[in-house]
């Protein structure tokens, strides 16, 4: 590069068999990538849907799909869980569906938990109802039941004469 007996090399192209560099990092075969993070200053407005792990420290008004969820300990959801596993140190108002369901002394649940593991740490405050099922991510909620019926046609109703 410094002698003075050659000349500059010119840049060569890479030629165009060689592989290209991934645009995105490879998952590890067996591996996590990191999770994703709401931070506690976040509010989120919306449905929440990730493929991967998710830790949610701040508001989320909406219904959330993860197959990892760690609920901090100044979170609060309100809507609908559904996940693998769910790990909660902060409050929900919703439904929780997921395989194991772990609520920390510091969770308050407010809302029903469909699940096939619950752990319940001292401390931890449910309102709600909690079922044991074998598959709880595909079981869809029960439609409310309504029945209409036909009203009764009016009737006229005629005052009696009096006899005097």
Same mark, same amino acid.
């Given at each position: 590069?410094?002698? +003075?007996?050659?000349?500059?090399?010119?840049?060569?192209?890479?030629?165009?068999?060689?592989?290209?560099?991934?645009?995105?990092?490879? +998952? +590890?075969?067996?591996?996590?990538?990191?999770?994703? %993070?709401?931070?506690?200053?976040? !509010?989120?407005?919306?449905?929440? %849907?990730?493929?991967?792990?998710?830790?949610?420290?701040?508001?989320?008004?909406?219904?959330?799909?993860?197959?990892?969820?760690?609920?901090?300990?100044?979170?609060? %959801?309100?809507?609908?869980?559904?996940?693998?596993?769910?790990?909660?140190?902060?409050?929900?108002?919703?439904?929780?569906?997921?395989?194991?369901?772990? !609520?920390?002394?510091?969770?308050?649940? !407010?809302?029903?938990?469909?699940?096939?593991?619950?752990?319940?740490?001292?401390?931890?405050?449910?309102?709600?109802?909690?079922?044991?099922?074998?598959?709880? !991510?595909?079981?869809?909620?029960?439609?409310?039941?309504?029945?209409?019926?036909?009203?009764?046609?009016?009737?006229?109703?005629?005052?009696?004469? +009096?006899?005097?």
């Amino acid at each position: 590069m410094f002698s +003075k007996g050659k000349a500059p090399e010119a840049p060569t192209m890479a030629s165009p068999s060689a592989p290209l560099p991934p645009s995105a990092p490879a +998952k +590890k075969p067996g591996g996590r990538s990191a999770p994703s %993070i709401i931070s506690s200053d976040l !509010l989120v407005q919306g449905t929440l %849907i990730s493929q991967g792990d998710m830790q949610i420290d701040g508001t989320v008004e909406g219904d959330i799909r993860s197959v990892t969820l760690m609920i901090g300990n100044s979170a609060v %959801i309100k809507g609908e869980i559904i996940a693998e596993e769910v790990v909660v140190r902060g409050r929900i108002e919703g439904r929780i569906r997921a395989r194991r369901v772990q !609520l920390d002394a510091s969770a308050v649940v !407010l809302g029903d938990i469909l699940q096939e593991q619950l752990t319940v740490a001292a401390g931890a405050t449910f309102e709600g109802t909690c079922r044991k099922s074998s598959d709880p !991510l595909n079981v869809q909620p029960a439609a409310p039941q309504i029945t209409l019926s036909k009203p009764a046609q009016p009737t006229l109703v005629e005052p009696e004469a +009096k006899s005097a």
